[in-house]
């Protein structure tokens, strides 16, 4: 099995530095692959001085765009993605090897523990996407936004369109690889303490880790998160018509709800046709395999 190794870097020259030697040791026939997202840094320098590949962004794009840009690079059967922070132990690539072994797709790194730098918002917020995609998919989710896994690079390549520019690939291709039916597998990773600064804020990307969560039922099933939507809204416009009702004695619609029930038959029509459209979707991408 051929092996390529992605690694999105903006600003990374420290954990480069550490990780490069170490991946090199370890794999000297993979593909290496650092994916330099307009880093202003000496990023480039170390890479050059490792001997490894590189994919020059002329400016930040994001950590998605540079993910795409080395999995269109890759030449490997399959393609492991990790940070280039220092947090991603190239030890733990053989797990993932292992695991991949056993027939799976993909192969997430499981992170066991909230790390040191991870806010409490962060890691809450980490844990609802977990439980949510869990519900989704009937299985236990260990880390949906993980960005150490293992792919196999033809099916990935046939989601590269879905997959956002920002910070949230992981999910995507994640729930889009539940949702062709591949197998996706866990295994649990610890996670050290990122070298240099963080390139995500909070309050930034706050309303942006909001939209996943809708983003997380759209990619898999969207009648799923509409159905009961759609029945909490009927099911309030028909409270409210025996509530308003017994107060008055009249029994007839009111406007609000009226207003209501037919609310809850627009947002189940609007999930329906959403499923029909996924269902397309994903019809093409299994075209192109």
Known sequence: MKL?????????????????????????EAEIIVVNDGSSDGTGEVCRQHGVKTVDHPYSKGNGAAIKSGARCATGDY??????????????????????????????????SRDDQASLARWSANSLYNWLASW????????????????????????????????????TSTMAF???????????????????KSHISVLRDGVRFFLIIFKIGTLYSPLKVYFPMAVLVSGLGIAN???????????????????LILSGMIIFLIGLLAEQLTNLQYKDSEEEL
């Open 4 to 28: 390529s190794i992605v690694i999105p870097a903006k600003d990374e020259e420290q954990g480069l530095a550490l990780t490069l030697p170490r991946l090199l040791d370890a794999y000297p």
């Open 79 to 112: 393609i492991v993605f990790m940070d280039g922070d220092g947090q991603h132990s190239p030890a733990d690539v053989e797990k993932l090897l292992y695991k991949v072994a056993e027939g799976y797709d993909m192969v997430v790194g499981a992170r066991t």
């Open 136 to 171: 989704m998919v009937n299985r236990k989710i260990d880390d949906l936004t993980s960005g150490f896994r293992i792919v196999n690079r033809r099916k990935f390549l046939s989601f590269l369109y879905l997959l956002p520019n920002g910070f949230s690939y992981p999910t």
């Open 178 to 196: 539940f949702r062709a039916g591949y197998s996706v597998g866990f295994v649990p990773i610890v996670v050290a303490k990122r070298l240099g």
């Open 241 to 259: 018509y025996i509530v308003a009702n017994i107060a008055s004695g009249a029994w007839r619609f009111t406007n609000m709800s009226t207003l």
